[in-house]
């Protein structure tokens, strides 16, 4: 149980196009989902939380309008990097979390290798 | 502001032998808890293992063990019988309750050698 998807799992793209990640909890409801960015080497750094429903919460230094969270449904989350750059390329890394089970623990998805050209 | 800090970047060990990977915190909270997670080369992050700060007794998992010093605030992770495939990066995690958010430390680069 416990189990989160990304789609897609690598995707190139040209500098100036948008790219959207799709990450879906398969066997339970995610009240809240984050999405972290991670360098080569480099531990995971959260970018922002979202909870179903609402307005994403994005940490100091990330912007908004660049990297467009979605949380429509409970099981579905969207991160949209808009007008990328080469600088955007990393591995990014969505988790889910919910109140009923296991909680306070954060289900991790394989994440998503982005190269932007 | 909570901060989790690993201090050693890259640790080796012989196969079927003991390691110890090293994680201090701080914070000013008095409910939290603690994570060792794994990340392999295929990137997944997998859960080792957890401690609530409420309970005294250490965490195991069959080979995985913490020493959880509340008062340090220390929460080390110890590898026993180490193998082959526990190659990996691995994290130490701290979350308050009902924050729902994890800070990570920077990380401890693993190798197993045979």
């Known amino acids: 149980g416990a189990v989160v998807s990304q789609h897609p799992s690598r995707v190139i793209c040209k500098s100036g196009t948008s790219v959207k990640i799709e990450c879906r909890s398969l066997d339970f409801q995610a009240t809240t989902m984050f999405w972290y960015r991670q360098f080569p080497k480099q531990s995971l750094m959260l970018m922002a939380t979202s909870n179903e429903g609402s307005k994403a919460t994005y940490e100091q230094g990330v912007e908004k309008d660049k990297f467009l969270i979605n949380h429509a449904s409970l099981t579905l989350s969207t991160l949209t990097v808009t007008s990328a750059h080469p600088e955007d390329s990393s591995f990014y890394i969505c988790?889910?979390?919910?109140?009923?089970?296991?909680?306070?623990?954060?289900?991790f998805g394989p994440g998503t290798r982005l190269t932007v050209l | 502001a909570q901060t989790v800090t690993q201090s050693q970047p890259e640790m080796s060990v012989q196969e079927a032998e003991t390691v110890t990977l090293s994680c201090t915190y701080d914070t000013s909270e008095n409910n939290y808890y603690l994570f060792w997670y794994k990340q392999p080369p295929s990137r997944q992050m997998i859960l080792v293992i957890r401690?609530?700060?409420?309970?005294?007794q250490n965490a195991t998992e069959n080979r995985f063990s913490v020493n959880f010093q509340k008062a340090a605030k220390s929460f080390s992770l110890k590898i026993s019988d180490s193998q082959l495939g526990d190659t990996a990066m691995y994290f130490c995690a701290f979350m308050a309750s009902g924050t729902y958010k994890y800070i990570f430390g920077t990380g401890t680069r693993l190798k197993v050698l045979a």
């Open positions: 401690q609530e700060a409420y309970k005294q």
């Open positions: 988790s889910a979390g919910t109140s009923g089970r296991a909680a306070n623990e954060q289900f």
